[in-house]
């Protein structure tokens, strides 16, 4: 794999072969198909883009994606170590060259404009887990009793500190236990009760229909099976992409979408999956930036790429959140227009993005007041390293009466590291922060001024076989006391 | 990590850290603290007194059959008129909990005729600050003042309790009190009846009224022989009352009509109001004492040492209490949310909260037993106004309290510094200031100044003092107004969110009177914790009834 690697550009193709299956089945997909190999891992769900290379290679999860299958390549498979005395060192470089030929041939057919529709593909995974929550039932929150740490929100019933979704177990966010909390009763989909536990996050399928060479359909159906309980069954199953795409140039730039698509809010979006995240476990803003809404959206490469403009209309936002802050069938008239002008340049092996985003509509869930939220996301990528960072900031007025949720997220932040040692293994920092109410007056208070601490490692056991290990600390910050409430988690994706 | 997997795998956390600290919180209730105002509690002798005063039955009056609003009910414990024959322990049962079992029907405690509440434990009783549900009493011994002339409860009246005191208790009450002996007049009650005629007067002595034990009495224009100490007689309760109440004298008032129109008749003809001054004053001393000794007997009912307290001790997973209990413990501290009231070792945290109870039972008032302009109109905070606006709960008892003449700055309070600052109890900032004085209960002095100022005083409207659950098991019927007769019909008010069934709601409910989401199980389990909450039994010497002596010859 040394020799490659020589060539940076050609080195992450190479790396990005071995994931590509899109790039294994060479197909005019798309104009820039060839570096679409490094997201070719989201393959499974890449129906964000006919293109969505534009987009994944700027989102730098190459190195998820480079890592995900770095071997996974029916078309170029690294060297065998040669037999002592059997070097022809000529005879080696001549078929390099030949193969670097048959490679950049690949890439020039990819870049140009499909001349036919891509072919349909299955793909999807399994992402299986195995986690243990360390302190307070596997629940991210605590009774405020009585008021005692905080007594300025005497007038709220039940004021809870800590944050309901910080314990996630897997890259749906799933927590591991909702907690038993006074007056609610909600669908609490792991409920380990502060156990640890094997779990089968989600089964995945999706699947990718080239209507016509510039038409591409996607949907993603993820399966998760829980246990049911008082004879209802505890499996569902969760349509959360289908949308329609559409290339009105020849050049690829411009895209516009319609349907059930992904956010244009931040970043994480494009790695929100688990095959695709690098990662276990989503940050603590991914509540706010991941979630699926049904819509049109629009995005344009400009300036040589250098600057990519995105804006959407949905029903509603982009949250994951369950405390009515979107609906996905609107039930008020107000819509949700969202946006993010991104900045892109290349500083020698790096690919450096600044970007901005926003959203302002109508807080659903019965609730017609306008809500927003708005944020800046850097990420500055190489081939082995990816930095991130983001901060988000929001509100939604809430209404009691339709017993939806008042946000005030004060501050939302957290600064990502992920580092490929070498092409099976690799590391994760995050640091994150996040500053909010969630209120539903004068009844319930969550009450967050939290901070985390992430650290994970991944390794590639195989091709299309991913395991993950991620250790979570949980920690408070302000009047609320600390209490234990960690999570080491573990997944395993296969991806098929 | 191994390490980290297999530890988790050892078991299933039963209690989180958070729960088991606020369980911890819960246990081990230490001893009731110190009350300045009442120098005898802890005096062996004062606490044996008091304790034949809380088993004497001979102290009450005679039934009246009168609730709150003086309404005539037919009910009461003795027919109207007749001797009562009732003792504290009559309504508060040391060997139930200090619980009332035999008031009938069982809603509000039944005395000389119906309160308006049902009658609280006395066990534990010395933990609190303020005490009635209501809170318009800031210690046990001023409660007991009120208690013993309250026409709906004992119905008797100072002089009858104090002539009791010196008929069959001189002796240790004078062991017990040296520093306030009884009058040299008060001898026995048939010496003082063998001098007194028939309707209360002084037998002439050759035409002329004895002086020695009587005095002239001259109201208007007639003057008749007064005994200086008469067998029967209080405060007349006018709204504005005697020199001994406020400092201001009002003197005789015979014939004259009281504030409430259906109020009886000023007290035993006005009898007490007409005593000197100073017999008076010494009688009002002498009936604080018999109250304060029977604080110091209730400071030791204590119930402590329950089965949920030794499971604490030996941790979590003994199994000291059943499954089902630990299970209800979790609740407690977790989803049911309870500790948020019913916190700290005595499972109260002595504030008072709307929880949506509605005012409907026999004999409870409801806000159409208060007309506007009535006796219970609750239009008006004015402490001099004599409203007594019953179905407010602690909107009534607060303003009470503001102009109680038995705190613990009143002039009967043993608390020379609390007292020394009276004028200054009723002035936000100086409470804000010096809310520690008076073992802390200054603040309430002031509450309704306060919440009247902030435009807030009607949201005391509705709530009542949380009780303590230890014994809880034992003291039926439950809620301010006996609502519920058993514990699975309160957990059905809280999990139902308070909000099914009938009756009158006063104020708004607290917000977290919201449906809890538990399961039948859940509420199982509840109970079975509950019942882990009854204390070890009181030792003998202090839970056995003494000899009382003989009914005295009123």
């Known amino acids: ?496 | 990590m191994l390490t980290i997997v297999l530890a988790a795998c050892e078991g299933p956390e039963t209690f989180t850290d958070s729960e088991w600290s606020a369980l911890r919180a819960l246990s081990a209730l230490p001893d009731p603290p110190a009350d300045h105002s009442n120098k005898y509690q802890g005096d062996p002798a004062v606490i044996a007194l008091g304790k034949k005063f809380y088993f004497d039955p001979w102290f009450a009056g005679e039934a009246t059959h009168l609730d709150m609003l003086y309404r005539r009910t037919g009910v009461g414990r003795a027919p109207v008129g007749a001797e009562l024959e009732l003792s504290c322990n009559s309504c508060h049962q040391v060997d139930r909990g200090g619980s009332d079992l035999s008031s009938v029907p069982r809603h509000v405690a039944v005395g000389a005729g119906p309160y308006d509440v049902n009658s609280q434990p006395t066990l534990n009783s010395a933990y609190y600050s303020l005490l009635y549900w209501n809170g318009r009493a800031d210690s046990l011994w001023a409660q007991a003042v009120a208690v013993g002339e309250a026409e709906v409860s004992m119905a008797s009246d100072r002089l009858k309790i104090v002539w009791r005191i010196a008929d069959v208790y001189r002796d240790e009450y004078t062991a017990a009190f040296p520093e306030w002996p009884l009058p040299a007049l008060m001898d026995s009650v048939a010496a003082q009846k063998a001098r007194l005629l028939a309707d209360g007067s002084c037998a002439l002595d050759n035409g002329a009224c004895p002086l020695a034990t009587c005095t002239p009495l001259t109201v208007g224009t007639t003057t008749t022989c007064a005994p200086r100490f008469p067998l029967r007689g209080r405060p007349g309760y006018d709204g504005q009352v005697g020199l001994v109440d406020d400092g201001t004298f009002r003197g005789c008032q015979k014939g004259l009509p009281r504030g409430n129109p259906l109020a009886p008749p000023e007290p035993f003809d006005d009898a007490f109001d007409c005593m000197p001054i100073a017999n008076q004053l010494a009688v009002t001393r002498i009936y604080v004492n018999w109250a304060k000794a029977l604080a110091a007997y209730e400071a030791t009912l204590l119930s402590r040492d329950a089965a949920f307290d030794r499971w604490v001790a030996a941790g979590p997973e003994s199994e000291l209490i059943s499954a089902a209990a630990r299970r209800g413990a979790k609740l407690f501290v977790g989803k049911a949310a309870c500790n948020d009231c019913h916190n700290t070792p005595l499972l109260s945290d002595q504030q008072f909260h709307n929880i949506g109870v509605p005012q409907v039972g026999d004999h409870v008032p409801t806000p159409a037993d208060c007309p506007a302009g009535g006796w219970c109109d609750c239009v008006s905070d004015d402490v001099n106004q004599p409203f007594n606006c019953l179905p407010d709960g602690a909107r009534d008892g607060l303003r009470k309290l503001q102009s109680g003449r038995y705190r613990r700055d009143s002039i009967y309070s043993d608390d020379a510094g609390c007292q020394r600052n009276q004028l200054f109890h009723a002035e936000p900032g100086y409470v804000a200031a010096d809310a520690r004085e008076c073992d802390g209960r200054v603040p309430h002095y002031a509450e309704v100044v306060r919440a009247r100022a902030e435009h807030r005083v009607d949201t005391l409207a509705g709530r009542w003092r949380t009780p303590s659950l230890r014994d809880v098991a034992l003291t039926p019927p439950y809620m301010h107004n006996g609502r519920y007769q058993t514990l699975e019909q309160v957990l059905w008010h809280y999990n139902s969110g308070g909000t099914a069934g009938d009756g009158t709601r006063i104020g708004a409910a607290d917000p977290r009177i919201s449906p809890l989401a538990l399961s039948e199980a859940d509420l199982a389990d509840l109970i079975a914790f509950l019942e882990t909450l009854t204390g070890a039994p009181l030792p003998p010497e202090v839970s056995s009834p003494p000899a009382i002596p003989p009914r005295s010859p009123f």
């Open chain 1, 1 to 496: 794999m040394k020799a490659p690697l020589a060539c940076c550009g050609l080195a992450a193709l190479l790396l990005a072969q071995g994931s590509a299956r899109a790039l294994a089945a060479p197909e005019p997909s798309g104009p820039k198909a060839a570096p679409r190999g490094e997201a070719a891992s989201d393959g499974v769900n890449d129906g964000d883009s006919v293109n969505d290379d534009d987009d994944s290679d700027s989102d730098g999860d190459g190195d998820s994606d480079d890592s995900d299958g770095a071997n996974d390549d029916d078309t170029y498979q690294p060297d065998e170590p040669p037999a002592p005395g059997a070097i022809d060192a000529t005879g080696e470089l001549a078929e390099l060259r030949d193969r670097v030929s048959e490679l950049e041939a690949h890439l020039a057919a990819a870049e140009k404009p499909p001349t036919a529709p891509r072919p349909t593909r299955l793909t999807g995974y399994a992402d299986l887990g195995f986690f243990v929550p360390l302190g307070n039932g596997g629940a991210g929150v605590v009774r405020d009793a009585a008021h005692a740490y905080f007594p300025q929100y005497a007038d709220y019933g039940w004021v809870f500190y800590g944050d309901l979704l910080a314990t996630a177990v897997n890259s749906a966010g799933e927590v591991a236990d909702l907690g038993e909390l006074p007056g609610s009763d909600r669908f609490d989909s792991i409920d380990s009760r502060g156990n640890p536990s094997f779990v089968v996050n989600e089964v995945n399928l999706s699947i990718n229909a080239g209507l016509t060479p510039r038409a591409l359909l996607t949907a993603s159906v993820n399966f998760t099976p829980r246990q049911g309980r008082d004879f209802a069954l505890g499996d569902w199953l969760n349509v959360d992409l289908t949308q329609l795409e559409w290339l009105p140039t020849e050049d690829g730039r411009h895209s516009i979408f319609l349907g059930k698509m992904e956010s244009v809010l931040g970043h994480e979006y494009r790695a929100r999956k688990a095959e695709q995240h690098f990662g276990i476990t989503p940050t603590l803003l991914a509540r706010y930036t991941t979630g699926t809404a049904v819509g049109v959206k629009v995005r344009s490469k400009l300036a040589g790429d250098h600057l990519v403009l995105a804006a959407a209309l949905t029903n509603g936002s982009s949250g994951t959140e369950q405390f009515h802050f979107h609906d996905e069938i609107d039930s008020n008239p107000g819509k949700t227009l969202s946006g993010r002008v991104a900045g892109r340049i290349s500083l020698g092996p790096a690919t450096l993005e600044v970007a901005a985003s926003g959203q302002v509509g109508a807080q659903d869930g019965g609730a017609s007041g306008r809500a927003y939220l708005y944020g800046v996301d850097v990420q500055l990528t190489t081939i082995s390293l990816g930095l991130r960072a983001q901060w988000l900031r929001g509100h939604a007025p809430g209404d009691p009466e339709a017993r939806a949720y008042r946000l005030e997220l004060r501050d939302g932040a957290y600064l990502e590291a992920s580092y490929l040692i070498n092409h099976w293994l690799g590391l994760l920092l995050r640091g994150e922060l996040r500053r909010a109410e969630v209120a539903l007056p004068p009844e319930r208070l969550y009450l967050t001024d939290s901070w985390r601490a992430v650290a994970g490692a991944r390794v590639v056991l195989a091709p299309g076989l991913l395991a993950k290990l991620e250790v979570v600390h949980n920690g408070e910050l302000g009047a609320a006391p600390e209490f234990r409430n960690d999570i080491v988690t573990s997944s395993f994706v296969v991806s098929y």
